[in-house]
């Protein structure tokens, strides 16, 4: 597993665009791959400064009947800028997921700071899989790239069929929408342009594949208007893991709780 510098709340997106307009779109999202590796360049400085805690993101919350969750992740699963992982987005899920259902829950994660969509579907081996739910939270590395919606979509099915060819083949996969990135810096209005149609892009493809696999479940970002109070609380962090992991405890809660009734 490597570190950060080794390694009912339903959906409600928007229609999928017409094949005229996504043509389009890709078009400009290749233009605009130049000005998105600048973009990419400033993260990797960023992230090279930021705080992660040490130690494996890993933990547990006692209790009976204990699931297991993996997390799959780029920075908010390596608990990007808090003091420790207790803090971090897959902690604050899986309390919440303990909490909801009465029983213990432990979390281990496959992450890295530039985890993309592709580099997680080699990693993840069906074998290996022994997790209840597997939730994915996936999106800035592959929007910095200019990822096609298309390459996105295969490689998450391909997580998606691991996990089906896995020892718990009926665990839920939860695809976390990405974060709204172009809100949490100041960046020019075209630059913010760019990111936002590739994260819908991108959202949009996970819509797709989580509406044509049986036990797949997209989760949606919490509010812009609670994205725009973090921003103005000075990049809280901490707020964003534990407001983020409240909205996927809540899905992840919900789909395994066919799994987990008690007699």
Known sequence: ????????????????????????????????????????L???VEIENA?????????????????????IGDIAVSSYNVLNHGLGLASQTSRFVARQQ?????????????LT???????????????????IVL?????????????????????????RHSAKPDSPVIVAAIPPMHRFRAMPIFVRRI????????????VAVAASHPGVFYSPFPGLSTADAFIEDAFNWRAIH??????LGAATARELAPNTVRD
Not at 4 to 23: E, L, N
Not at 102 to 114: A, F, L, Q, V
Not at 139 to 163: F, K
């Open 1 to 40: 597993m490597a570190t950060p510098r080794q390694q009912s709340i339903p959906a409600t997106p928007a229609a999928p665009q017409r094949k005229v307009g996504a043509r389009f779109t890709g078009a400009a999202i290749r233009l605009a791959r130049p000005l998105l590796k600048v973009n990419l």
């Open 42 to 44: 400033g993260y990797r």
């Open 51 to 71: 705080l992660f805690p040490e130690g494996p993101p890993a933990g547990e919350v006692p209790g009976p009947d204990p699931v297991r969750l993996l997390f």
């Open 102 to 114: 009465g029983i213990g829950c432990s979390w281990s994660t496959i992450s890295d700071s530039e």
């Open 117 to 135: 969509m592709a580099r997680a579907a080699r990693a993840v081996n069906a074998e290996a899989l022994q997790a209840d739910a597997v939730i």
């Open 139 to 163: 999106g800035p590395p592959d929007v910095l790239l200019g990822t096609p919606h298309t390459e996105w979509s295969n490689n998450l099915a391909r997580i998606v069929e691991a996990v």
């Open 195 to 206: 990111l936002a149609v590739q994260i819908q892009r991108l959202d949009r493809a996970s």
């Open 242 to 247: 534990s407001h983020w992991g409240k909205q």
